[in-house]
């Protein structure tokens, strides 16, 4: 996925209007530059980019979503991929995208076929300025709506250095989600061996993983995803990691991003776990994510690393606004106090998770996570920081009845 491509062709166009934006998929190379040639042309229409086949909807419209008007035009010279993709792009995203088929072939059955694929438009190659504008004119001229709400949101974990325990933070905000706000949600594990999310949920290891998904994406559909997940009592779903040691070596990214934008396609929350450090692995489920939890402990080193990766996913221009500190271990006793991290960091510290380590090792060592019901500080800070994903108020009556001491979670 180009994302930088998209980031510079949307920041060059802040001095125009963001009327019209268009997103190619899989158009070739001659039509292509022809296309960029008409639409240069008009004022307030944009080329994003042009992708492959294997993007979702939910990419589509995260891509177009700066758009008042958003268009795709997609290659019909593919045979019956070009159909399968318009109904995917129309049952995905309804009417908030434009549908614009191209293609060489001008007989009336073909046209026939790509309007009841679910296209607008037909656009013949070579294109013609007459035809895209007047193609143009008419979805301004029908008000398409703004792009709807997604229902699946992806948040990544990832430590700042080795031991600041993500896993066990990603295992109990996972659960959180799914008990006090009742949200299907799924949990990835997204080491790349021997993760440790089943272990903590006391599952079983499943004989497939995330990773052989991803290289399955090709054929990735609900029937296929179902094969492959752990299910725990709670109601939470699990795709584990690999057991053998190096089972998956040189994994695309771009299909890391496509297979988790599809189960974000599936789930409220799809909640992925990785390993400490910023590997390209790693970084292609951050580039997916709605938000990044940066996991840190009260020590020099995490806060050292915080900083370094921050800086270096900023300058890929990953949102500064969707990065979230997570301060684990947290005490009033640690030598270094929370104004003094903030200060090192430039930002506040969104999560504090309260140390009790005998807990937390108790919990792993028994695969049960810490219970809920129990008078703890830990189960009260899981729940905040899932009503600061949900969007709640951290004050908020939570949906169970109990009553919960919120306050002091938050560092801002």
Known sequence: ????????????????????????????????????????????????????????????????????????????????????????????????????????????????????????????????????????????????????????????????????????????????????????????????????????????????????????????DTELMQGFLLQHHSGLHVLDAPQAMQAFRDTPTDAIEHTLAFLAESYQFVIVDCPPGLSEDTCAAIRQSDRLAIIITPELPAIHNAIRSIEYLTGLHYPAENIDIVLNRHSGKNTLHDREIESSLRRHISVKVPNNYAQIVSAINSGTPVDRTRKSDLPDAFDAWADRLVGEDPGAQPQNGSSRKLFGLFGV
């Not at 046209?111 to 607008?120: K, L, V, Y």
């Not at 193609?135 to 709506?145: C, D, K, N, P, V």
């Not at 959180?176 to 999310?197: M, N």
Request: aromatic share 4%; glycine share 8%; net charge neutral.
């Open 1 to 220: 996925m180009s994302t930088n491509s998209q980031q510079t062709i949307i920041q060059g166009s802040r001095s125009s209007e963001l009327r019209i934006g268009i997103l190619c998929i899989n158009l070739d190379p001659v039509s292509r530059e022809g296309l960029e040639v008409l639409v240069a042309q008009t004022p307030g229409a944009h080329i994003v980019d042009n992708v492959d086949r294997l993007i979702t909807p939910r990419e589509v419209q995260r891509m177009l979503e700066q758009f008042q008007h958003r268009v795709c035009v997609i290659d019909f010279d593919d045979g019956e991929e070009s159909f399968r993709m318009a109904h995917k792009l129309r049952a995905g995203c309804g009417n908030s995208i434009s549908l614009f088929a191209a293609s060489n072939d001008s007989r009336p059955e073909q046209i026939i076929t790509a309007m009841r694929a679910g296209c607008s438009e037909y656009l013949i190659k070579p294109f013609q300025p007459d035809q895209l504008l007047e193609s143009l004119a008419h979805i301004e001229s029908w008000g398409q709506g703004k792009v709807t709400q997604q229902k699946g949101r992806v948040v990544t974990l990832v430590g700042a250095k080795g031991g600041t325990g993500v896993t066990s933070l990603a295992v109990h905000l996972a659960l959180s989600l799914v008990q006090r706000h009742h949200r299907s949600v799924l949990l990835v594990d997204h080491h790349p061996a021997l993760g440790e999310i089943s272990l903590c949920l006391g599952l079983g290891r499943h004989q497939y993983s995330f990773y052989e998904l991803v290289h399955n994406m090709d054929r990735l």
